[in-house]
Structure formats: C-alpha cells, structure tokens
C-alpha cells in the first residue's frame, strides 16, 4: 500500500473524531555547541504519524481529511551543501497533499486551529506567536488542543497495518543488535565496546536509537547512561537498546546476560523469576485485560519467587499489598510503545491512562506508565526486573519497616545479583498477543548459548 | 598534572584579561520526541574550558581567578534512577573551586558578571533573565560581553598541554575509526556500514562523533548526512568522521577511498592532486604565517594539477584570481579544532578572523573560517578538496562565464570523479608543525593497501 493510503486513511479517521481543523508543526533541530553542529533532527512524533516522512520545518493542516503541506522549497545554495533535495511540489505529492505552499503562508491559515506544542523551544515559540496563545511541551493541553490530543491518542493507541511494518522493522534490527551484543562479550573488556557492537547494528541499517541506550554491570541504576565500568567475569551485562527506524517508529528491547558466559546459581536462580514474571505477564495478555492487572501480576510472581527463595516472608498477595516486591522491582511492567518508546509520553499521562484514572502513589504502583484495558492493535512492553538499589534496600526506614519481611542475611547471598531486566515488545491481537520481538531468546540456557558461542 | 591545576591556571590567565565578573552556564538537554526522551547532553564548550567537566545545569562565576561553583545536589530520588552521583562539594574539590553553592543562589553573584549565551534555549532563556538582558546565542555579544569572548578567543586560540593531551586521544580514536572504515569496505553493502563500522570504534572508546559524520558515495554533496546509497565498484567512498573526547575535545579526518580498493587512473590522479595540496599546505604551515595564504596555496596547487591536466586552461596565479579552484574546491582549507569542530563558531567570526578583518564576499575566499596569523599551539584543519558539484557545474551563467576556462569535454573524462577529500589535524608548532592525525595514512597506494588487506 502506498504511504499516501495510510496517510489519508489516518487523517479521516481524525476528521470523524474532531470538527476543527488542526496545524501540526514538524520542528527545527537543536544546536550542539555552535549553530551549524546540531543534534540529528527528529521530528514530532504526531507529525510524522499524519506525513510519514521526517520533515524539517514544516507544518501540516489539517481539516475534513483534507491535508495541507507548508514547507519552503530548498535554498538555491542548497544543492550544493545537502544534495538534491525534493521540491515542495514532490513531497506533496509523495504525501498525498491536496494543497503545498510555503511556510510564511501559514500565517493565512489559522484560524480556529488546534495543535500540539512540539518540543524544541524554536518551535514551540512560533506556534504560540502564531496562534497567540502559550503552547509549552510540559503544560497540559487545554480547549481543542485537549480534544485534538484525546483524539490523536484515540488512533495512535492501536497501530495500522503501515505502522505495524515498520515496528516489525525496528525489532528486528534491536532483535540483531542484542544477539550481535552478547556475542560480543567474549572479547569486549569494558562496557562501551558492547554498546558500540550493539549501536553498529542499528547505524549500519539506516537506523537511529529511540533512545539512550543503557548497556551497564550496573543493572541496579535504573537509568544507567555510563558506558565506562570494566567487564569482570562474575558480572551480569543488562543491555536496554532498541532502534528507530527512518520514519520514527521504535523497539524496545532488555536482555541480562552473564558476561563468562555462565549465570552463577543466585543469578539464574533470579533470573528464572524475573522470566517466570515475563512469561506469565505474556501468557495474560489479550483485548480486555486490564493493563494494570498485568502489572501486579508480575509483581506477584517475583513476590512468589522470592518467597520460595527465602528472601522474602508471608503470602504473595499480601506481600505485593504492601509493596515489597517493590523493593527489588520499583518501577512499572511497561509501557506503550509506537513512534516514541513511551509512547505519546509528551501528553503527560493523557496517552497512558484511561479517562478517569490518575497514577496511584502508592510506592509499587506510582511508575505503572500504562493503565487501560488492552486491546487489539496496541503494542506495549513487559519488562520485569529484579535490582539491588543501595538507595532502596540501605535506606534505614525501608529496613526498619520490612524488618520481619525480608530475610536480610539470605539476600547478601545473592550479591552477585545487581539489576536484571527481561523486556520484549507484544502486540495485543484479536485473540490473545504477537511478541515482534520474540526472534531473540529469552531462557538463561539459551542465553547462555549465544554467549558461548562466540566465545569458541 | 591534576585536572584543577589546569583549570586554575586557565582562569589565572582569563584574569589578566578582564576586570569584571564572569558567569558561565553549563546548558541542559534537548529534549527528543518527549521530555524525559533526550538527545545527549553536551555542554558549552566554554563552560567546559573552565569547569574540565561535563556538568549538567550548572553555572561557573569567574572573578580575579577565583572559581565559584553553582550547582544543585542530585535529588534524594536521583539515585535509584541514575545512580550515585557526585555531591556539590565532591564537584568542587575535583574542579578546585573555591567555593559552592545551590543554583539557586547565583541570583546574589549577578552584578557586572559577563556571559556567553549556551545554544539550548532552556539555559539562554534563563541567561536573560537573571542578567536582564537578551542573550541569544546567534546575536554578537556586545559590551562586556564582547570584551569577554574575545578574552576566551585570546585563550583558547592556542591549546595547553592538557587540552593537547586530550586532542591526541580524539585524533587517535578517530584515525583507528578510518582505518577500520577502510577495511569495512570489503564486505559492507551500503554506506550506512561504514558509518556504523566509524562510529563503533569511537562509541566503543566511550567518546562521541564531534559532529554527524559524513559517510558517502556522493561527496560531492558536501554536507551529506544521507547513508543509504549502495556502494557500487567503481565508486569512491569519502567519510568525514571526527571523535570527541569525554571533556569535550575534537579530532576531525576526512579520507576518500575506492570501494573497489582501486583507484581508476583519473580518480588517481585526481586524488594526487588533492593530496598535492594538503601535503603543500602542511609543509608551509609555522608560526607567522597567514592561514589565509595556505588557503590560496591550496587553491593554486589544485589549479596547476587541473591545468596539467587540461581541464582547466591558463596560467594557475591567473585562474586562482578568477576563482576558477572553487569551481571543484567551493569550501575554505580548513577551519580551528578544539572543544569544538569549528572551534568557537557560536562567536561568529570572533575567533576565526584577525580583529578588524572580514569575510570576503568571492565565491573562492568567502567560505574560508579562519583569516589569522598562524601561532604555535593552535590547532587547524588542512582539507583540501575536489567536487563535481552539479549545482556549480551545471549552471548555465558560470558555463558560460569559464567557457574558455575550462576543458569541458576533458572533464567528462573525469566522471567518475565525485568528490574527494583530505583532511588532517595540524598543531602549529614553534618550529613549523605537527600533524596529530598522521598515524593514518593518505597516500594513495597505501590507501589502496589498507582496503586491499581487508579483501583478503
């Protein structure tokens, strides 16, 4: 199917859901440390979920189904620093636009026009000087803006046969850069070289990150973005990398794996609970079930194992009440995932939550990024982890309180685990769930093969 | 030497220059598609001049060779998501601050201070503010300000030792990431391999590219940040790859290389040529002489090579005059290297052009960045080039201007010749100079030798 298909199909969708019409602007890039040396341009993520194609400085219009490009024709000088560059005339056609004109004609057509604020601050401005009103990233939308974005999440929560093409595409290349990561194991001596072997396989196919890349003996920091520890052969590797492909869609994809080549038995022993939480949270996935209940499924099944361990005291369900597994699991099952890897993450939680809901503050229930019952098209990520955080198991009220719960003595036996994660990415089908990342194995035997294997 | 005997020794110097206060801002992240969803930090280059390290949303306030530090301590929360981090104190000692305080207690230190707007919008936003006045990174600075940047342009013209050392480990990632570049040649498909293959080894040294490389078959298309054409025999292959160091500091090479490991005889000898002129540059490069003047060596080496070749007809002085090398060498021999690619290019022309002196508006000199007296300590680019620039080459008003100029049935000859380039980094020295990128070679045969060696 051609891509202007797609895109008429997705904009009358929208023209059933709203009656205004509706500008969204495409973004600038950011500068690095002078004007000319700037960031990759990444444009809006809902721009490019109605043009398809990464546009720099432009805006779409939309009304009725009816698509509007405003973009300037390349500069004559151009050619001769950027190459050959499509005229205004082509990415029209190529987009199906039923109208093209320049940038500053915009100003002719705003009227009434809802938008989403676009992150980069150059943006951001110009919308708000041209619709005068203030339109910042971080506010909530309000009025139309706040239907246009109920309406955009309503089509953006379940993906279309276009979208799903290039999801496919983007876990399998992070299927490709995890395998080509533990293999590169056997010979790497510091963390950075395992990013770099995974991070080739994504640059080599055209591809960028969707987003920083956690390749860490550190598992235990959550938000690890330090590539510079050494490689010691007791040590678990966690790799959270997943790629984008050129038209914005992401993967999202975790493995922890032994850097010998070999779990020692406490490792596999986690190991085998945080895969049990994910094997069991997959199993349930399916249109109706309710994505919070999946949350706290997995929340059990770590609380189970860590009971059957000893490291944990009581019954299951009343430990997860009370939020201990959030002591070694703090952070939420997952989230969507689509044309950002928290998807629609710049609406706040207008994406994540159901109407009506708002984030829990209880301690194991807070980071929960999605609360909604699934449904068929969704693609969402499972990603149980197990961690030692010294922030959470040193801290004096934590222990004072869980006193009686942990069993402190038998969980310094198992320091040699310090943060593992199992993430994959699965779709919500009619019938149940598709994992498009299910090609890269997920058992510690089978890890354990690939790592051995380079190693002969 | 300790990292805060430099950093003293830099401010000590800055003091000599100035008698006000001086405040520098860090700058903070960009954000991608979503706010928690950002590009790399990267900070202001001057920033890091004096600060030595990458801090995020911090501020330095410089005064008779006194550092004070402004920075926040991590949030108690901080921890679980990104690990330990350094108290403000720690920071301070590191940096050898003589004082440090909370962000937010720099609104008591304003008074007289100078500044140099950072490129986020975020930080210059804040800059303004605070001082009450509008600092926009690509407006001149004025007053103060201006006596402040060229202060910093007085320092950072010429490099230390330990901005030096730093320099040398960008060089030598970035020559292991050409050669393994060359060497990906035999098997990869695409360019975007290669770049992949570059990149690797920069990521895998834990540093960054110091700008988005340029990885093409088309490198006549001179900022070509395109890597998707397939590598073809008879193509050459020219990449422009840079790293940059943790601290900020900047290595950038150019090499062009055949796909086949072969060179045909006319991109042979057009390479030859190219390389002429580098190596001429290289070799009048010393302290006192005018880079403007490496310029037009460049530029007259490549003209003579074109005359003996006959695509260009008359005496080399008379069509350098004309302007007949930018017809193929449109771009300037090369610019400053330091904290930045372009270094210091977010002052304008402050830093690359003698005071009193302007860009000239010829088509052959008006892309030159640097217009200065050569001084030992200064690091500069040598990059002489050679393109078939449809947009140049094709324009009816030059084809008609040169037609008695240039052989344009010779130059059929050479179609298959796109672009080549050569770049190296040069440190003048007292007695002449250094290349610090000459561990790679750039000869053609032993070009050819190092992508044959792979093949094999």
Redo the contacts between chains.
């Keep these: 199917m051609h891509i202007s298909t797609t895109l008429r199909h997705r904009r009358q969708r929208l023209a059933e859901l709203i009656d205004f019409p509706v500008i969204l602007w495409s973004g600038s890039s950011?500068?690095?440390?002078?004007?000319?040396?700037?960031?990759?341009f990444?444009p809006?993520?809902h721009f490019l979920y109605f043009a398809g194609i990464p546009l720099q400085n432009a805006a779409i219009r939309l009304e009725s189904g009816k698509l509007q490009l405003f973009i300037d024709d390349p500069h004559p000088?151009s050619?001769?620093?950027?190459?050959?560059t499509p005229t205004r005339e082509e990415i029209a056609a190529k987009i199906g636009a039923d109208d093209a004109r320049a940038i500053a004609e915009l100003e002719h057509y705003l009227e009434n026009a809802a938008t989403i604020p676009v992150?980069?601050?150059?943006t951001w401005?110009q919308q708000s000087q041209l619709l005068d009103r203030w339109l910042l990233?971080?506010q909530p939308p309000q009025g139309n803006d706040l239907e246009l974005a109920k309406a955009i999440v309503s089509l953006r929560l379940t993906h279309d046969a276009a979208a799903l093409l290039e999801l496919r595409k983007a876990a399998s290349v992070s299927v490709e850069a995890h395998k080509i990561g533990i293999a590169a194991t056997a010979t790497a001596k510091?963390e950075?070289?395992i990013?770099?072997?995974m991070?080739?396989?994504?640059?080599?196919?055209?591809m960028t990150t969707a987003?920083?890349s956690i390749v860490t003996v550190?598992g235990e920091?959550?938000?690890?973005?330090?590539?510079?520890h050494s490689l010691q052969p007791g040590d678990l590797l966690l790799a959270d990398v997943g790629a984008e492909t050129e038209t914005?869609w992401a993967a999202d994809i975790t493995r922890t794996w032994p850097v010998s080549g070999k779990f020692s038995s406490t490792q596999r022993d986690i190991y085998d609970i945080v895969l049990a939480a994910h094997d069991a949270c997959i199993e349930k996935i399916a249109p109706g079930v309710e994505y919070g209940d999946i949350h706290l499924l997995a929340a059990t099944v770590i609380a189970e194992g860590l009971v059957d361990l000893g490291i944990l005291q009581g019954k299951p369900e009343d430990l997860v009440k009370m939020d201990l597994h959030a002591l070694f699991f703090?952070h939420g099952i997952g989230h969507l995932l689509g044309?950002?890897?928290?998807d629609?993450?710049?609406l706040g939680d207008l994406a994540g939550y159901e109407e009506g809901r708002k984030r829990s503050d209880r301690f194991g229930l807070s980071y929960l990024r999605l609360n909604r019952p699934l449904r068929p098209g969704m693609l969402v990520t499972i990603e149980p982890g197990f961690y030692q955080?010294?922030?959470?198991l040193n801290d004096p009220k934590i222990r004072d309180q869980y006193q009686y719960l942990v069993n402190w003595e038998r969980l310094e036996q198992f320091a040699d685990v310090r943060g593992i994660r199992i993430e994959d990415d699965v779709l919500v089908t009619e019938t149940g769930s598709e994992v498009l990342t299910a090609a890269l194995p997920n058992q510690a035997s089978a890890i354990e093969e690939l790592a051995m294997q380079a190693k002969i």
């Design positions: 950011n500068s690095r440390n002078f004007p000319a040396n700037t960031f990759p990444r809006s993520s000088n050619a001769l620093w950027h190459g050959e992150q980069d601050a150059a401005t990233p971080q510091r950075a070289e990013r770099a072997a991070e080739a396989v994504i640059i080599g196919h055209n987003y920083t550190h920091v959550l938000h690890n973005n330090h590539y510079h914005g703090p044309l950002d890897v928290h629609m993450e710049d955080v010294p922030g959470i």
